[in-house]
């Protein structure tokens, strides 16, 4: 039973432009949201993170949306630039935000010049 | 160090074979964990330490694989007699405590393959 669902595999967008990454989960005992950026070859890098009794977080030109109705969170970039290409993952915590993750499939991001 | 290494960056291995996977987190860091993604997949959890508590060994596939953290530092993922469905890439990560305010820092992983 995948918890965290990415369900767009690629989105390709031009430079300048915003770029919307979606992720939906179905337990509603998450309580921290996080999205993490991979570069090929390398480990995935930590970008944002939201807490659950927020709605939105935001950091420079990446802010983060939660929606725990609908049980959705998204991750906007803009503007959005060449560099940031990469595979981007959602990831989940449980109640007590303890350290295990649940991560989404990931979504391949690609900006074009 | 800097970061959080991991050895071999590579490893080919003939199926039925041993294989150990080495992970030194950041110093300091009291919390370790072993992820793997498979092909088109994402990140799928294998086993988490937390200190001197029991590890949560929840998502370790099969009994084949095995995992230590020794003195609170080093970690070594071990997989026994590999099969080729174990081919992935083997990410480590560490984090200053159990509550994620900043995420944890990954490795670049150990890429396997089991031929």
């Known amino acids: 039973d995948q918890q965290v669902k990415q369900n767009s595999p690629s989105l390709s967008v031009q430079e300048g432009r915003i770029s919307i990454l979606n992720c939906d989960y179905t337990n509603s005992m998450f309580d921290y949201f996080l999205w993490y950026k991979k570069y090929p070859a390398e480990g995935p890098t930590f970008l944002i993170s939201?807490?659950?009794?927020?709605d939105k977080n935001e950091d420079g030109r990446f802010t983060v949306f939660l929606n725990k109705s609908a049980k959705h969170l998204s991750l906007h970039i803009v503007p959005s630039q060449p560099g940031d290409s990469a595979v981007y993952f959602c990831?989940?915590?449980?109640?007590?935000?303890?350290?295990?993750?649940?991560f989404g499939q990931g979504t391949t991001l690609q900006v074009k010049p | 160090g800097a970061g959080v290494s991991q050895s071999p960056s590579n490893k080919v291995t003939e199926k039925g074979k041993d294989v150990e996977l080495r992970c030194d987190p950041i110093?300091?860091?009291?919390?370790l964990y072993w992820y793997r993604q498979s092909l088109g997949q994402g990140l799928e959890f294998l086993i988490y330490f937390q200190g001197n508590s029991a590890p949560d060994k929840s998502g370790l596939p099969s009994d084949r694989f095995s995992a230590e953290r020794t003195g609170g530092s080093v970690s070594t993922l071990t997989i026994q007699r590999t099969q080729q469905e174990d081919s992935a890439v083997y990410l480590c990560?560490?984090?200053?405590?159990?509550?994620?305010?900043?995420?944890?820092?990954f490795g670049s992983g150990t890429r396997l393959t089991v031929v």
């Open positions: 990831a989940a915590s449980g109640a007590g935000n303890t350290g295990k993750l649940i």
């Open positions: 939201i807490s659950s009794i927020k």
């Open positions: 110093s300091g860091h009291t919390a």
């Open positions: 990560a560490s984090s200053e405590s159990r509550v994620l305010l900043g995420g944890y820092t």
